[in-house]
């Protein structure tokens, strides 16, 4: 089956640092979503990706979906405490009906 | 909409006993999921409707979990009987397929915590 491999699987930085992280899969996807979990509640959808090459921002988020359509990217800019939570990666390949998500990325920020 | 509703939030039972979660998804979403999240194996997808129809049960453990869509607007997950190592986080999520700008994002509700003693 598919598989997407997510990186770094956990991150500590301090406030104000910038943060990037990335999925990468051995087949193609024709959707790139990216959520975040936080504790005690589901996964909330950040940016939604359809097109190869696409960058979409949503404030001081940023994700690009790759232009071999096998990975993207998610950067935080100037984190902040309530940045805190488990940031997921999930793709939908072709006419598919099942998303495949990545095994998270724990972010925590540090004042 | 308020979103996909879930329940319970939080359940505690004793091994053996049965254990059922509810959902309602967003209305007019036509494909509904179950996914179940642990610490050990992350998010993994349970089952899921389209119509109100199973399409892939594949992810469903043993026979001991079964689900159900009696209607659009609900869906049970059953476990009977229940385990220690059922307990887990249960994620209900709904979407509407498509070809317009935000077709094919899942919703997610805010789940329930199992826990089985």
């Known amino acids: 089956g598919q598989q997407l491999n997510q990186s770094p699987q956990s991150m500590f930085i301090q406030e104000g640092e910038d943060v990037s992280m990335n999925c990468t899969s051995s087949?193609?996807?024709?959707?790139w979503l990216w959520y975040k979990q936080d504790p005690g509640e589901g996964p909330v959808l950040l940016i939604a990706?359809?097109?190869?090459?696409e960058l979409t921002s949503n404030g001081r988020l940023t994700a690009q979906f790759g232009i071999t359509r096998k990975d993207s990217f998610l950067n935080i800019s100037a984190s902040i405490p309530s940045d805190v939570g488990i940031y997921f990666c999930a793709g939908l390949p072709g006419t598919a009906s099942k998303l495949t998500f990545g095994t998270g990325t724990r972010l925590q920020v540090t004042l | 909409d308020a979103g996909v509703i879930q329940s319970p939030r939080h359940e505690v039972t004793e091994m053996g006993q049965e254990v059922t979660l509810r959902c309602k998804p967003i209305s007019g979403h036509d494909y509904l999921f179950w996914y179940r999240q642990t610490m050990m194996r992350g998010l993994e997808l349970l089952i899921y409707f389209n119509n109100n129809v199973p399409i892939d049960d594949s992810g469903m453990p043993e026979d001991r979990f079964s689900a159900k869509m009696p209607n659009a607007s609900f869906s049970t997950l059953k476990i009977q009987p229940s385990e220690p190592r059922d307990s887990a986080v249960y994620f209900c999520?709904?979407?509407?397929?498509?070809?317009?700008?935000?077709?094919?994002?899942?919703?997610f509700g805010a789940g329930s915590r199992l826990t089985v003693l």
């Open positions: 990706l359809y097109k190869a090459g």
């Open positions: 087949s193609i996807f024709n959707t």
């Open positions: 999520a709904s979407r509407l397929s498509g070809r317009f700008s935000g077709a094919n994002v899942l919703t």
